[in-house]
């Protein structure tokens, strides 16, 4: 939590953010993904003043337990002077504590941010997903929050001016926006209309055009002239059987003893690596999120 430091910028966790959706994608798989279809709505989780704090608090996690689909977890909610913005106890359950730093008695309308970041704690814990590290593993938390519908809340805390900030999880505001534009791509949600906070729709908006770069990388049709020129290049190199690519492009290529020369690329939704044959128009299926990718290899 950044409670008036300095707030970072930019994709410094891009690769970690592309690895955890393509690993919710293999452990929940495509249709399971697919009953997320709504993001949670400002209306369920708004958070005002007048609220009691506690039970307005247990209002909002019960409404985050029923968005992502955890029946069985009841979530007591309390609230601690603490280093962090929360803690959640990973216990068999049926009860889960969570604890919310007090700043949130003043804050009230990021307890839903808080709450949702914890509580998708509580559903890889469950799913047994998890990566290696406490860094990427909360990597993994925030891109799952956002992707199953309740991260656009966390993207909301942050707010940013000459004299103070705050932002809470582990992506930068960018990446937030970046993951958010990836699930708006999926399932045609606008959630720019959400935000309270016009630092975090500045935000969403260079997120969605980094994420609208992916659609646009070769060998995929929609690549621009300077990419497509570069990937002939390469194609022509490595046909020749030289060494072709660069660490800065995403595909590869590489030769197949039983065809032609073949190309590797990530797909542009769920980043899974996709294999296709270069002889021109192709059109390829992600096995993974089953997007139809027009390729030109």
């Known amino acids: 939590m950044a409670d008036g430091g300095p707030v970072q910028h930019g994709y410094p966790h891009l690769e ?4 955890a959706v393509t690993a919710l994608y293999r452990r ?3 249709d399971t993904i697919h009953q997320y279809g709504a993001s949670v709505a400002p209306a369920d989780v ?12 247990q209002r909002v996690a019960r409404e985050l337990v029923r ?8 979530m007591i909610v309390a609230f601690r002077e603490m280093e962090h913005a929360a803690n959640v106890e990973l216990t068999a359950g049926p009860e889960y504590f969570v604890e919310l730093n007090d700043r949130f008695r003043r804050h009230r309308r990021d307890i839903g941010a808080a709450l949702a970041h914890e509580i998708m704690h509580v559903c890889l814990h469950r799913l047994d997903l998890s990566f290696p590290g406490t860094r990427d593993n909360e990597i993994l938390t925030d891109t799952a929050t956002t992707y199953l519908g309740a ?7 942050y707010r940013e001016d000459a004299a103070s900030s705050q932002k809470l999880g582990y992506l930068t505001p960018e990446e937030f926006g970046y993951v958010l534009a990836k699930r708006s791509q999926v399932f045609g949600e606008d959630p720019s209309t959400w935000f309270t906070s016009a630092q975090a729709y500045t935000a969403y908006v260079r997120g969605r055009e980094r994420a609208l770069r992916d659609e646009r990388q070769p060998p995929l049709t929609a690549a621009g002239w300077a990419g497509r020129r570069r990937y002939a290049r390469d194609r022509r190199h490595a046909q ?6 660069a660490p800065d492009v995403p595909y590869t290529f590489a030769p197949d003893p039983q065809g032609p020369l073949r190309v590797t690329f990530p797909c542009p939704t769920c980043h899974q690596r996709i294999r296709v044959p270069v002889k021109g128009r192709v059109r390829a299926r992600c096995g993974l999120c089953r997007t139809v990718l027009e390729c030109d290899t």
């Open 16 to 19: 970690t953010v592309r690895a």
């Open 240 to 245: 020749d059987h030289r060494p072709a690519g």
């Open 46 to 57: 708004a958070f005002c003043d007048t609220d009691d704090l506690h039970l307005g608090a």
């Open 67 to 74: 968005h992502f689909r955890l029946p069985d977890a009841r």
């Open 28 to 30: 929940l798989s495509y």
């Open 151 to 157: 991260g656009w809340l966390l993207l909301d805390a």
